[in-house]
């Protein structure tokens, strides 16, 4: 069963930022390295327990995205009952760790 994907207003800002960086200076590059995270995010409608857990919320998983140095984290939960993907947030891998505090 496929599930449904959904990115939090926050999460989606974040490559958008990115992919107006990146088109300044290439803009093939830019589009290519969006439609490929978009890709990447999209296909958590299927299998998307196949990423590990992050360890800094409890049922936070983290699929990895690009190469370094341009590599990000996309950072989501599963809604089992609803089948439901929910993309919280999109960072670049060498970002601190997530406050857990809050």
Known sequence: MEYEVKIAKKAEA?????????????????????RGLEAAIFSLDRHPLRHPLTGEKPNLRNLLYGRKPRRYRVLYSIDEARQVVNVVQIRHWARHRLDTSK
């Open 14 to 34: 974040n490559p958008r930022h990115i992919y107006k960086a990146i088109r300044v200076v290439r803009s093939p590059v830019a589009e290519d390295w969006f």
